[in-house]
């Protein structure tokens, strides 16, 4: 039986306070307390959830719960990779900030520096303008897929959109305007600077590095399903993405490799602790008081995050202000309150909580 939001942040809290009391390690405290979390959450013979807390770089809880596919009645697993959507924009971001470290490229400079045939308007835009989302140009995926022809539509559908459609610049240059657009040119370009494959640089500079496992690309046969529905009906399989579209998202990994890289944003070894700080602390402002930063939401008590969904596969990913500490949760179903679970663990295992 599902429980209540109010239900599933009481469980864990009692619990954890009763723990704490008696247990002599608070960190098995509260290991057990975000296990209940899950258990309270996701029911095990229901499309379900992979979660993980790092700290300092560590993986120090790790757990999954129901099922990644139904029809295979495969459970998740810890050790079960699934899309993260666009929790996968900061990879592409910290792809152009390596670029930039080694003066390969400049965030000052035009994209259409690197990608021949952009219109006019294009050329007085600049590459942070695409990180951070003040470009202006429109979000090929809010789009009907027909107006790229057949699908999937691809990386190379989307930059032939902003060369050419007039529907391609609604927006006004400086102001935040969130689209995937944006971090689809970004893999363009640091495949043009690289004269390398997006995905294959990404391998050899980013994941490798850092031992990570990840793929850029579509999903294969053994990824999790995504569904909509609820435990008292019948669950239906969400259709995939009628396109492939790289930068943008399009990251397959395990969520305890997710929360490792984590740790990239409190000691960097890919980029100059210099190169990343500047990229967060010239995030585009928002309404809310947050900004938007190299592939990440800043927010204002210090801590990061960013969203993930699309074609049933939902992920939180948050960062804590002191950046110690690293969590995400991924789960393939719509009825599963993955903000709240998320919440709770924020609860739980970061020292502030970050706003939502």
């Not at 435990?231 to 929360?259: H, I, K, N, Q, Y």
Request: glycine share 10%.
């Amino acid at each position: 039986m599902w429980l209540s939001r109010v239900a599933h942040i009481t469980i864990p809290f009692l619990l954890l306070a009763a723990i704490s009391g008696c247990a002599a390690d608070p960190l098995d405290a509260k290991r057990t307390a975000s296990t209940a979390i899950l258990e309270a959450g996701v029911p095990d013979d229901a499309p379900g959830c992979s979660a993980a807390i790092a700290v300092d770089g560590e993986v120090v809880w790790a757990e999954a719960r129901g099922l990644a596919n139904l029809e295979t009645n495969t459970d998740f697993e810890t050790s079960t990779p699934i899309h993260v959507g666009s929790v996968g924009k900061q990879f592409t971001a910290m792809a152009v900030l390596i670029l930039a470290d080694r003066g390969e490229l400049s965030l000052d400079d035009s994209p259409a520096v690197y990608l021949d045939g952009l219109p006019e308007w294009a050329q007085q835009l600049t590459l942070n303008d695409l990180l951070h989302h003040t470009s202006g140009i429109e979000d090929v995926l809010s789009l009907p897929p027909s107006v790229f022809g057949t699908p999937p539509m691809t990386n190379a559908d989307a930059l032939e959109f902003v060369r050419t459609s007039p529907l391609a610049h609604p927006g006004i240059p400086g102001e935040f305007h969130y689209s995937n657009t944006n971090y689809a040119l970004l893999a363009d370009i640091v495949a043009a600077v690289t004269e390398t494959e997006f995905a294959a640089w990404m391998q050899a500079n980013v994941f490798a590095p850092l031992d990570l496992e990840a793929r850029i690309g579509p999903s294969v046969p053994s990824d999790p399903r995504g569904y909509e529905g609820d435990a008292s009906a019948e669950f239906a399989e969400v259709e995939a993405w009628p396109w492939v579209l790289s930068g943008a998202g399009f990251v397959t990994m395990t969520v305890s490799d997710l929360v490792l890289w984590g740790d990239q944003l409190r000691e960097p070894s890919l980029v100059s602790a210099e190169t990343l700080a500047d990229a967060l602390s010239n995030g585009a402002p928002l309404d809310d008081g947050s900004a938007y930063g190299p592939g990440l939401f800043l927010f204002p008590d210090g801590s990061l995050g960013h969203p993930g969904d699309g074609a049933g596969l939902y992920t939180a990913f948050g960062v804590s202000a002191d950046r110690q500490t690293t969590g995400a949760i991924s789960c393939n179903q719509d009825g599963i309150d993955v903000d709240g679970m998320a919440d709770d663990l924020v609860g739980i295992w970061f020292t502030e909580r970050p706003y939502q």
